[in-house]
């Protein structure tokens, strides 16, 4: 097991250091990727603008001295030219400070963006979501770092970028975000069930789709903030001048003809906005420590997370890491499979132990799976039989031997059910076709009627009237909706659809009965299936030509089993 990293030690603080330094500026390459990007173009959009917005409010900030003489000198001519000026120059100013704002929004949304692909490219590369978050605690929580760190630190580097450029000591903003999260948590939690199917591509793409469609309401969320902005910021600035307005009134009524026009200028400098602009900057100053510190927090957990990943990806392409052999999705049962073999897995004294210890599950196993005949693996709680199907599945490294597969992954290859049903977000048809693409050539009513098929022969006919069709799309949690038996007829109507030659089971019906069970397995038979299964029940012999008795600490027993 991997040391844990500085960043994930119990107590560890981020810190602006050189690490801190480094890790930044390799994360704003990914924001940044050239001069003439989006990004560059948005932030030089927002330099210009930010400059601008100063100059305006420096002309705004010179009202205050004319309103001293216009009314100690009591022109109500120029006191009228100088009040038209200053609501020029407020809608001006008011204007620029909310394309100011609706331009950090964009740059949060596109750094957002780039930063979470970027950093999805990489956790889906062959099986590194499985290695990170199985395999390796070195680094805690990615699906939150991927989702609810990039969110946060888009957000914070976004609001501080125009007044980074204006000054380096002011900073406020801040709103409440919808997370994209749950598909991240999805991953997290079935990591290992995702990667026996093989589902890194499927998954990146729907992660991708769903990042796609909160971008997409982000964005039209903003554009209707433009012009919430734009009133609050009028007003904000009509304040300014207020209180020369309503001076105004008794000066030109006559009630302080008696004060000269120094007595004027001090009354009326009792009401001047620069006092409550200079709090506003102090207060702005105080909050700048506070968003810098959290700032530091999310580049240190993006930045381990990145370096990480980017690790994992040259051990992927130098060989260290076992790379996933990902299916033909676009391959739809029906088409011609592959040349046909009649061995599917072939173990010469294998050696497995788990990832976190050093003490033998299973030692010196010698084994060969062929077509035709279906091996049952059978003991206690803790002997090694789902490490078995992990080590076959590739997800595991055997600890010694040489372990060969010699037939492809998915439709007529090999298919994986694991212990625990994955069903992804979507429609009914996605759950019994995955991992293949939505779209595909066998795509029609003739797919329609196989689909149906195999659900009713799981029992699950019921469920198309549930749902409303194959195609409805459902805004439940699939794992909330259905029980423990469901899931799992819906993961072998799954299995009918995909029709592998060999299917690995590891515990695939213990929610269901025996006469259930006995019918799902006959089915399979049916269609051509050798199984390679876990499981307890003696009942599960018949559908078996071998088993193999794991006892633990190594030791093995493998035999024929006796047709009655």
């Not at 590369?125 to 989702?147: A, E, F, K, W």
């Not at 600035?237 to 004027?264: C, H, K, M, Q, R």
């Not at 194959?470 to 259905?482: C, K, P, S």
């Amino acid at each position: 097991m991997a040391a844990r990293g500085p960043a994930a030690r119990a107590g560890a603080r981020p810190k602006l250091d050189l690490q801190f330094l480094q890790r930044f500026l390799q994360i704003q390459k990914v924001l940044f990727p050239s001069w003439s990007s989006q990004n560059a173009l948005m932030f030089l959009t927002l330099l210009f603008v930010a400059l601008l917005e100063q100059l305006v409010i420096y002309q705004v900030g010179l009202i205050p001295s004319q309103y001293y003489g216009v009314l100690g000198n009591k022109d109500l001519d120029g006191f009228k030219t100088l009040t038209f000026l200053a609501v020029m120059l407020i809608v001006l100013n008011s204007m620029l400070k909310s394309f100011d704002q609706f331009t950090c929004n964009l740059l949060y949304v596109s750094w957002r963006k780039d930063l979470t692909e970027h950093l999805h490219h990489l956790y889906f590369q062959g099986r590194v979501y499985y290695t990170l978050n199985v395999l390796r605690d070195d680094v805690d929580n990615p699906d939150q770092r991927i989702s609810q760190d990039v969110e946060r630190f888009c957000r914070q580097l976004s609001s501080m970028a125009s007044k980074l450029i204006i000054s380096p000591f002011t900073l406020i903003y801040y709103t409440y975000q919808c997370f994209q999260r749950f598909k991240h948590m999805q991953i997290r939690v079935n990591a290992e069930s995702a990667a026996f199917f093989r589902a890194g591509h499927v998954e990146h793409t729907r992660t991708d789709r769903r990042l796609q469609r909160l971008l997409q309401t982000q964005r039209e969320l903003m554009s209707k903030e433009l012009w919430l902005y734009i009133g609050v910021n009028t007003f904000d600035y009509l304040g300014s001048i207020l209180s020369y307005v309503v001076i105004a009134i008794p000066i030109f009524s006559g009630v302080y003809g008696d004060l000269s026009p120094t007595e004027l200028s001090t009354l009326v400098s009792k009401n001047a906005f620069v006092c409550i602009y200079l709090i506003s900057c102090f207060t702005r100053l105080i909050d700048l420590s506070s968003t810098l510190s959290d700032v530091a927090g999310y580049t240190h957990r993006i930045g381990e997370l990145q370096e990480t990943l980017l690790d994992m990806s040259l051990k992927l392409r130098g060989g260290e890491i076992l790379d996933e052999s990902e299916w033909n999705m676009d391959r739809a049962p029906g088409w011609p499979a592959a040349e046909p073999a009649d061995t599917a897995f072939l173990l010469e004294r294998v050696s497995v132990c788990a990832p976190s210890s050093h003490k033998p599950l299973i030692k010196d196993l010698s084994l060969k799976i062929s077509e035709g005949q279906s091996l049952l693996i059978t003991g206690n709680t803790g002997t090694g039989k789902s490490s078995l199907l992990r080590v076959l599945g590739g997800l595991w490294a055997s600890t010694q031997g040489s372990v060969q597969m010699l037939t492809d992954f998915g439709p007529h290859g090999v298919l994986f059910l694991p212990q625990k049903p994955f069903f992804t977000d979507g429609t009914l048809r996605e759950q019994v076709i995955y991992p293949l693409k939505e779209i595909y050539p066998d795509s029609g009513s003739t797919d329609d009627e196989r689909i149906l098929r195999f659900l009713e022969l799981a029992g699950l006919s019921s469920l198309v009237t549930r749902t409303e069709g194959l195609d409805q799309q459902v805004d439940w949690n699939w794992y909330d909706v259905l029980s423990p038996g469901e899931m799992q007829r819906l993961s072998f109507a799954r299995l009918f659809y995909l029709q592998p030659k060999y299917a690995v089971l590891d515990e695939a019906t213990s929610a269901l009965t025996e006469e259930v069970e006995s019918e799902l397995y006959r089915i399979g038979q049916q269609l051509g299936m050798t199984f390679i299964s876990v499981g307890h029940r003696h009942s599960l012999e018949k559908f078996h030509s071998l088993v193999l008795k794991l006892y633990g600490e190594g030791r093995w027993e493998l035999s024929r089993i006796k047709v009655e």
